[in-house]
Structures are given as C-alpha cells and as structure tokens.
C-alpha cells in the first residue's frame, strides 16, 4: 500500500496550558496530511473541483490518543488507504515521535465523493472511474 509520510516539528503554539499539543492540532494535521496522500498520488484535490466539481467531503474524523506531544518534539505523520468503497474512502493516519517510533496518536478520516456543480444540491457519487483507478493502485501499491 502506498503511504505518505510527513515530518513536522511541534511549536509553541501548537501546546495548551498544560504544555502538550492541544487536541485541535491534531485534527488540522491529518486534514493537511490527507491533503499530501492525494497530491503524493497524483490526485490533485483543486483540480477535481476546478474541472469536474468533485469533491471528497469529511464525512467522519476521529483521534485515539496514546501519548502527548510536546514543544520541539520531531513528528512523523504517515497516511494510507484503509479502505475503499463506491462512494467512500477511508484514510489512516498515525502519528510517532521521530527519536524514538513512540505511538502517539491514530486518527482517521472518512471522505465521500460529492458532486458538487449545484452547491443548493451537494449529491453523494460513485467514485469516477479513473480516479478510483488511482485510489486502488494507491491502496494496493500497484
């Protein structure tokens, strides 16, 4: 299976009161991180909307926590296909500390296909042909 792999440094004001990440981030960085696996397979996001009105819209997101993050600490984010269906895809994301592959989060996302040319009609469709080509050689490595 192809995954995408990002490393990123935590900051200053990525942290709560508390000094570790504040949840949120979390979130912002697997929403970033999915955007890199379509861009690292060829599947420019911008350019479905701009050219076919396609979208792939958020339909489910959630973390499991294991271990906090905090200031200055190396991070590596990988991204994979977990699964595939007419309409869906569901993307992993795991989240280690560079120094030492500690498990800090999993998380994942779960993206419909939507038309998009009526924005007063948004409808849920099957994945077009050749972009689900894409995805599958993606998640098979093909």
């Known amino acids: 299976m192809k995954k995408n792999r990002v490393k990123r440094q935590i900051m200053w004001g990525d942290l709560d009161s508390l000094g570790i990440v504040f949840y949120p981030r979390y979130y912002e960085w697997i929403d970033a991180s999915g955007h890199l696996f379509f861009q690292s397979i060829n599947l420019n996001l911008g350019n479905l909307l701009k050219e076919n009105s ?22 590596e984010i990988t991204t994979y296909i977990e699964d595939l269906s007419d309409k869906i895809i569901l993307l ?7 120094k030492d592959s500690e498990l800090m989060v999993e998380g ?18 099957t994945i077009p042909k050749g972009i689900r080509d894409i995805l599958i ?4 490595d093909v």
Do not use: M, W
């Open 54 to 75: 396609i979208i792939f819209a958020l339909l489910e997101t959630g973390c499991k926590y294991y271990s906090p993050g905090r200031y200055q600490d190396q991070i």
């Open 137 to 140: 050689n993606a998640q098979f």
């Open 108 to 125: 994942f996302e779960k993206r419909i296909c939507l038309n998009v040319s009526n924005a007063l009609k948004l409808k849920a469709i």
């Open 92 to 98: 992993r994301h795991t989240i280690i500390k560079v």
